[in-house]
């Protein structure tokens, strides 16, 4: 058994995210976190909300609320989406936890003392109408590389491009939409992440095994240009992590608290103390300091392509410049951006299917499987509703809840609601079993590599394999010459739908759960010997027909749901 510890990407906490959002980080972490527990390894799955910075002003203002307040509301509405689509978290935790506050703050000071961080007197925007300053998200324009109109003072949510707030064409503030705006001198710190750069270089290099998409932009922001370049790490906010070195005072930084991409992946050493502190477990340093144990964790974080600067570079040279034994990632899965018909998710213009909407329409199951089996690994994938429907009707009606529900009416109708006796396997038996060991091994080997795409096309033809052998073995036909036979290929049927339970589990769960409640066990155990696992219900092992799996998408449903959702969230 290995110790396993996954983090996803944490969610702004600025409204609903959008299935591009969870696709892109919690859901393969999720896929990822249940494969590992179901093959016995032990694992710590973290997650949480981020709740400083500018979005959470913003969208606390236009809602009419105190920032906290919105905070603690839109973490319960995440909270109760991500238990809806089944995310497995050992905990979801929060940016604003007294636990992260104090963790930021100790880092900051660790950097501090290490030479690591330097205070400059910097121009910044300021908002005449609003009476402050604007950080970067604060302020709006049109981007200078791609021309898109909505491009925000830190990013460019077209073209991804990195931004300064002065590189932008006609800004405007952000809160009220005021273009009287000024340049003004502030005082603020930053992290030298350019006396970083040789040590992120060798820690980069380190790391052939990553994927592509990963190393190319922590190599981009490495060596293209001028280098890797000195980050700020404080903004004039209200709300966020007061700026202090450890338990001391900042002077000069007094009402001034630090950049949400700081205290950010903070938060995921100290969800592990939220972890701890619910109750849920006990020594979260085993999992986060070498020297308390976590030498021996395998440490793997899933996040969108947008991320992975911060989290290759910026993260590291905190843990790094710290001084101190702290677990460092292992494996980065990073993803492309998956699109909307035709355009692109987002959730600040409302476009799309969120995922609020998403779970009124189908069960979690559904969107799970089609966004795992679609995952924009290699490149931006694009749903669209003929795709989605053609998909559902497909893979989980059509082959694995047809096979459900023609084996457990057909032994219903001929045998009783209990598993057959009679009959020995023969060669087609044998082929089947030799085929399923061959596909299993391969599915270990894609889940195991977090390759999401291929896993769900090998789990398919797992699922495929039980269909053909049920069309040859035909023992509707069978039962008619040879009863006997046709128990022992029925029995042989019923034991793979528990074998596919288990299987399937780290993509459709609720699937899962309802297919070894029909045929009432609990025995989720992988088929490590494949053999072995198809003969664990025995004969007078006794089970019910289950109701429909997955029921199909009509067409008049589909143009439905295309017609709704082809415009913004209001």
């Not at 899933?302 to 460092?328: C, Q, R, Y």
């Not at 789990?459 to 394999?465: G, N």
């Not at 589990?505 to 066990?521: E, H, K, S, Y």
Request: charged fraction near 25%.
């Amino acid at each position: 058994m290995a110790r396993h510890l996954i983090t996803s990407a944490i969610p702004y906490i600025n409204g609903i995210k959008h299935l591009g959002n969870l696709v892109g980080s919690q859901l393969p972490a999720d896929l990822y976190a249940r494969y590992l527990r179901g093959r016995g390894h032990e694992v710590l799955f973290l997650c949480a909300t981020d709740e400083h910075g500018t979005p959470a002003e913003l969208a606390a203002a236009k809602a009419g609320k105190p920032v906290a307040e919105y905070c603690a509301e839109m973490w319960e509405v995440q909270d109760k989406l991500g238990r809806g689509f089944r995310l497995s978290f050992d905990h979801f935790g929060r940016s604003s936890s007294a636990q992260n506050h104090t963790l930021t703050q100790h880092f900051a000071g660790r950097l501090h003392d290490a030479g690591l961080i330097r205070e400059v007197s910097e121009k910044q925007v300021y908002s005449n109408a609003d009476g402050r300053f604007l950080p970067d998200r604060y302020i709006e324009g049109t981007c200078p590389n791609c021309g898109y109109e909505r491009a925000r003072g830190d990013q460019c949510e077209n073209c991804t491009k990195q931004l300064d707030p002065t590189d932008l064409i006609e800004p405007r503030s952000a809160i009220s939409g005021s273009t009287d705006l000024e340049v003004r001198e502030t005082k603020h710190l930053y992290l030298r992440q350019s006396a970083m750069r040789d040590k992120l270089n060798q820690w980069i290099d380190s790391k052939a095994g990553w994927p592509i998409l990963t190393t190319s932009i922590a190599r981009k922001w490495l060596n293209d240009g001028d280098g890797l370049q000195d980050r700020g790490i404080t903004r004039d906010l209200d709300w966020g992590v007061p700026v202090k070195r450890g338990d001391d005072d900042w002077p000069g930084m007094e009402g001034k608290v630090f950049y949400v991409w700081f205290d950010a992946p903070i938060e995921y050493i100290a969800c592990a103390q939220e972890w701890q502190d619910a109750g849920k477990g006990s020594d979260w340093e085993r999992w986060w300091r070498t020297d308390k144990g976590a030498d021996d964790v395998t440490y793997t974080q899933f996040m969108g392509k947008d991320n992975v600067p911060f989290h290759t570079l910026s993260f590291p040279a905190t843990i790094l410049g710290s001084g101190e034994p702290w677990k460092l990632v292992d494996y980065i899965k990073s993803f492309n951006y998956l699109n909307y018909d035709g355009g692109q998710f987002s959730t600040s213009q409302g476009r799309g299917v969120f995922m609020d909407q998403a779970l009124d329409i189908l069960p979690s199951d559904y969107w799970r499987w089609w966004l795992l089996s679609h995952a924009p690994e290699s490149s931006d994938s694009e749903f669209t509703w003929e795709n989605f429907q053609a998909s559902v009707n497909k893979d989980l009606a059509d082959v694995l809840g047809n096979f459900v529900s023609r084996v457990t009416k057909f032994c219903r109708s001929k045998f009783g609601e209990e598993v057959p006796a009679g009959g020995s396997p023969g060669a087609q038996e044998e082929a089947l079993i030799a085929e399923l060991t061959a596909r299993i091994r391969a599915y270990e080997g894609h889940m195991e590599a977090m390759e999401v795409r291929k896993s769900a096309t090998e789990l398919r033809a797992i699922w495929v394999a039980g269909n053909e052998y049920l069309q040859s073995a035909a023992p509707w036909a069978t039962f008619k010459e040879d009863p006997g036979k046709a128990a022992m290929q029925i029995r042989l049927a019923l034991n793979l739908i528990r074998l596919y339970a288990s299987l399937s589990a780290p993509f459709i769960p609720d699937a899962a759960a309802a297919m070894l409640a029909a045929l009432q066990t609990e025995d989720y155990s992988w088929p490590d010997d494949v053999p072995a696992a198809l003969e664990i219900l025995a004969p007078a092992h006794a089970f019910t027909v289950p109701d429909v799996l997955f029921a199909k998408i009509s067409d008049d449903e589909r143009e439905e749901w295309q017609s709704r959702f082809s415009g913004v969230r209001t």
